[in-house]
C-alpha cells in the first residue's frame, strides 16, 4: 500500500524558514516525479515546485528564488525548504507523486503571520 506522509509545517513569522518532508513507504519515489502542491483557503489546488526522477526541478514563478525542492533517495523522502516566506505562502501543502494512479499525502499546514 502505497503511502506518502507530510510532515513540517507550522505557524512561522514572515521571513522566516521551513522545511516539509514528505515520507513515502510501497513506493520507490525516486524513480517518479514528485510535485509539492499548496491550496490556500478559497482557492484551488496550486503546484508550487516539482523533482524528476533525474533529479531536474522546477518550480512557480512565486516561490522562485525562496522555495528548493530536493530529494534524499536513501531515506526514500522529498523535501520543500522554504525560506524568506510570506504571509501569501499560507496553505495546505500537499505532496503527489504519479504511477498508473495518483497519489497524494494528507498535507500539512504552514501558516505564516506575525
Known amino acids: 500500500q502505497v503511502q506518502l506522509v507530510e510532515s513540517g509545517g507550522g505557524l512561522v513569522q514572515p521571513g522566516g524558514s521551513l522545511r516539509l518532508s514528505c515520507a513515502a513507504s510501497?513506493?520507490?519515489?525516486?524513480?517518479?516525479?514528485v510535485d509539492w502542491y499548496r491550496q490556500a483557503p478559497g482557492n484551488g489546488r496550486e503546484l508550487v515546485a516539482s523533482?524528476?526522477?533525474?533529479?531536474?526541478?522546477n518550480s512557480v514563478d512565486s516561490v522562485k528564488g525562496r522555495f528548493t525542492i530536493s530529494r534524499d533517495n536513501a531515506k526514500n523522502t522529498v523535501y520543500l525548504q522554504m525560506n524568506s516566506l510570506k504571509v501569501e505562502d499560507t496553505a495546505v501543502y500537499y505532496c503527489?507523486?504519479?504511477?498508473?494512479?495518483?497519489?497524494w499525502g494528507q498535507g500539512t499546514q504552514v501558516t505564516v503571520s506575525s
Open positions: 523533482i524528476r526522477s533525474g533529479g531536474s526541478t
Open positions: 503527489h507523486t504519479q504511477t498508473w494512479k495518483d497519489y
Open positions: 510501497g513506493i520507490r519515489l525516486s524513480i517518479y516525479t
